[in-house]
């Protein structure tokens, strides 16, 4: 049986040598089929890591009390969509207070001002800074990681510091040649001291996220005061598994402290962080069915290009099969022949694929900051996938072969 798979193979790749230039394209159009299956499935993959791995570092286990529930926004049609009030500083203050959930954390923050220019001794920002103002917990609620220096401690925002903890952006820009942690920059003509250097986080939905400046928030509040400033509160739980909990005694908590009755609808949102993975999840799901399509209808023509490749392979070398036949050989013999054949033809074009693929997706993923793993599972669908063409591919000529009468082969030209 052994020697009979080896002559098999032997016999394949000669007569793959003999049609090189007809293989080679068959190869190719097979190639660029499972190219587009594996690139996408891997760039896919690369999102879905890089996701699960900011919501990783951020926890699942936050929440987020807004003035609007987004979900709910979204959902409505804006003509009929009520203004609720904004989340005043007391209120903020007040829920901080009062809410004694156990391993919890809560965090009150502003977005003071955007566009803003920033100085220090030698050289000024392009008018393109955000102001963030909030307290010691904001950062890591946030998921926002101090790779140099410090985050805010409870001193600094108590007594007003003028300090600040600054986006990875302004060592690339202000301070090229040395550390920011411990300079002093200038915002609104008020000196601050950096403290801290939060990791890079790229840009979401075209804003620069590392462009930002976090100060102590009652002094973002006299630095920068306006009429009805909305304020968001963060709650970050030690224990996923009290998030449920934790929601429910937070919307009671700020339901008193809005004085809604049980008749009011709450006139504020919760946005989960989990909510948003699986939102995000559901996206990235879509996607993944979307590069389905798109590389089965290419994988489509693959086959279509292989089945034709193989019957005309078949009418070529009627002569060889007649001679075979009436040299003993049976109807199994040459079907075998002839699936070896397309298998060969299917895999090289699904390596090649394979190959181009994952090196596509990484390029993609390099550029696009994604965590890049190697995609075994698009791997084993794309070979999967491959062999399944081929057989299906195979099936009609190995069969069209096998019935070939020897006597009318013979005398085939």
């Not at 793959?16 to 097979?30: D, K």
């Not at 156990?102 to 220090?120: L, Q, Y």
């Not at 998030?243 to 402290?257: E, G, M, P, Y």
């Amino acid at each position: 049986m052994f020697k009979l798979s080896i002559e098999n193979m032997r016999i394949a790749l000669s007569s793959i040598r003999s049609q090189l230039l007809r293989t080679c394209i068959t190869v190719f159009i097979i190639a660029i089929g499972i190219w587009a299956l594996v690139g996408i499935l891997a760039v896919v993959s690369a999102l879905r890591n890089t996701i699960l791995d900011d919501f990783a570092s951020m926890g699942a286990n936050t929440f987020t009390i807004s003035q609007y529930d987004v979900a709910d926004r979204m959902a409505k049609n804006k003509s009929v969509q009520k203004i609720n009030a904004v989340i005043t500083y007391a209120q903020a203050k007040e829920f901080k207070k009062e809410y004694l959930f156990p391993f919890s954390t809560v965090s009150i923050s502003f977005n003071a001002a955007t566009n803003i220019e920033v100085k220090n001794d030698l050289m000024k920002t392009d008018p393109e800074v955000s102001i963030i103002g909030c307290d010691e917990n904001y950062l890591p609620n946030s998921g926002l990681q101090v790779t140099q220096g410090r985050n805010f401690s409870y001193t600094d925002v108590a007594n007003d510091h003028f300090v600040c903890v600054v986006g990875s952006d302004f060592s690339k820009k202000m301070f090229k040649d040395y550390s920011p942690v411990g300079q002093t920059i200038s915002v609104r003509g008020y000196k601050f001291k950096i403290i801290g250097m939060l990791k890079e986080q790229g840009s979401t939905f075209g804003k620069n996220e590392d462009q930002r400046v976090f100060i102590p928030i009652q002094i973002a509040r006299s630095i920068f005061n306006a009429a009805n400033v909305n304020y968001d509160i963060k709650i970050g739980l030690l224990q996923d598994n009290l998030l449920d909990q934790a929601v429910d005694q937070a919307i009671l908590d700020f339901r008193n402290i809005r004085r809604l009755t049980p008749a009011h609808t709450a006139n504020f949102g919760i946005e989960r962080s989990d909510d948003l993975i699986r939102s995000m999840m559901t996206q990235v799901n879509m996607l993944n069915v979307a590069a389905w399509v798109i590389g089965l209808i290419t994988i489509l023509g693959s086959s279509i290009a292989l089945m034709n490749i193989m019957l005309v392979s078949v009418t070529e070398r009627t002569r060889e099969i007649g001679i075979r036949k009436s040299l003993g050989a049976k109807k199994k013999t040459i079907a075998t022949q002839f699936f070896t054949e397309t298998i060969i033809i299917g895999q090289l074009g699904g390596l090649i694929g394979t190959l181009l693929g994952i090196f596509t997706a990484y390029g993609l993923a390099q550029v696009m900051h994604f965590n890049f793993t190697i995609p075994w599972n698009a791997i084993i669908a794309a070979f999967a996938t491959t062999f399944i063409v081929a057989i299906i591919s195979g099936l009609y000529p190995t069969m069209k072969a096998a019935k070939l009468d020897p006597v009318e082969a013979l005398r085939y030209e």
